[in-house]
């Protein structure tokens, strides 16, 4: 009897990824000049790396008093906000729309065929946080009394610590002879706008050191209030959209993480283009919240797919 040789099976097809540049062959440098051409767009999965859950975080540590005290606070629009969702595939092409410019304090992007500059004021209204037109004093280096109260020390906390700590004194509601491990409920709201400042404003990671002049500044009340956190925030927003790319990781070209709090520039670009706002944001007219900032006006719909993006949001063809 003829025997038959079976066939071996064959190796999987590796897929085939395309690689994404990190950074531009030749800078541009005449305003309006891309440093992404739009033929050479390029599909990639763009993170923000930000706490998500970190209100849900704050409400286990918290008293209903305490709680209310940090609704009403310096910084009661993040508390309002119901999510910290937003497209990153939106915030992806807007990168990868940018152009030259050489104005430093604002960032352009090319959409619709039309440059379109997004800057400090435009910021201010989409968040609401204070900003001034004057240069930011450096604030001077002195020691946070609260951190170094439940930390037993100022410089060296990280914000790993700080979770660590409310994780393992939550609030137990259900026990009338519970006592709050902080001294007082100011001292509970502080350390709460400290990981505000940290998690929403900078986006800083899981492990990074809190920055002890920031602490400072929460903790003085009329100072925090005063501060122009809007230009911090946003400088360092438009820096991480900026260089986003630049950093993106050589093992892995399809993916990166965008820095900072992208969530007003995403309102801000359905508000500059209000036709195409309603698939995927809706503006709540019953939200009892005032004109600004924007960003508390609309819920989080969706996101578009990056195909939708590219040939109908920011080619030339689209709607202006």
């Known amino acids: 009897m003829a025997s038959t040789k079976s066939k071996e099976p064959k190796d999987p097809k590796t897929p085939r990824i395309r690689k994404a540049p990190s950074v531009p062959v030749v800078?541009?440098?005449?305003?309006?000049?891309?440093?992404?051409?739009?033929?050479?767009?390029?599909?990639?999965?763009?993170?923000?790396?930000?706490?998500?859950?970190?209100?849900?975080?704050?409400a286990t540590f918290l008293t209903p008093a305490q709680q209310e005290k940090l609704n009403n606070g310096t910084f009661?629009?993040?508390?309002?906000?119901?999510?910290?969702?937003?497209?990153?595939?939106?915030?992806?092409c807007l990168i990868l729309s940018r152009v030259f410019t050489n104005n430093r304090n604002s960032i352009n992007f090319k959409i619709f065929g039309c440059d379109v500059s997004f800057n400090l004021e435009d910021f201010h209204i989409m968040y609401d946080l204070r900003i001034t037109t004057h240069n930011v004093e450096k604030s001077i280096k002195r020691e946070s009394k609260i951190l170094k109260r439940y930390f037993g020390k100022s410089k060296g906390v990280t914000l790993k610590?700080?979770?660590?700590?409310?994780?393992?004194?939550?609030?137990?509601?259900?026990?009338?002879?519970?006592?709050?491990?902080?001294?007082?409920?100011?001292?509970?709201?502080?350390?709460?706008?400290?990981?505000?400042?940290?998690?929403?404003?900078?986006?800083?990671?899981?492990e990074s050191t809190v920055l002890e002049e920031y602490a400072t500044i929460v903790e003085d009340g009329e100072a925090c209030l005063n501060y122009p956190w809007g230009n911090a925030s946003y400088e360092k927003l438009i820096t991480s959209m900026k260089h986003a790319l630049d950093t993106k990781d050589k093992n892995n070209p399809t993916e990166y993480t965008v820095g900072e709090?992208?969530?007003?520039?995403?309102?801000?670009?359905?508000?500059r283009f209000p036709d195409i706002q309603d698939?995927?944001?809706k503006d709540d007219d019953y939200?009892?919240?005032?004109?600004?900032?924007?960003?508390?006006?609309?819920?989080?719909?969706?996101?578009?797919?990056?195909?939708?993006?590219?040939?109908?949001?920011?080619?030339?063809?689209?709607?202006n």
């Open 27 to 58: 800078i541009p440098t005449k305003p309006g000049e891309r440093y992404y051409e739009f033929r050479d767009w390029f599909n990639c999965r763009a993170y923000w790396k930000g706490n998500h859950n970190f209100k849900g975080l704050i």
């Open 261 to 271: 709090f992208p969530y007003p520039l995403y309102v801000w670009f359905y508000e």
């Open 161 to 206: 610590d700080i979770q660590e700590y409310m994780m393992r004194n939550q609030n137990k509601n259900d026990d009338v002879n519970f006592k709050h491990v902080c001294e007082s409920d100011e001292d509970v709201v502080k350390i709460m706008e400290i990981l505000i400042v940290e998690f929403v404003f900078f986006e800083r990671k899981h």
């Open 279 to 281: 698939k995927y944001l």
């Open 76 to 92: 009661w629009h993040i508390m309002a906000m119901k999510n910290f969702h937003c497209s990153m595939k939106l915030v992806h």
């Open 287 to 319: 939200l009892d919240v005032p004109q600004v900032p924007r960003m508390l006006r609309y819920p989080y719909l969706g996101e578009p797919k990056f195909k939708e993006l590219h040939a109908d949001y920011f080619s030339n063809n689209g709607v």
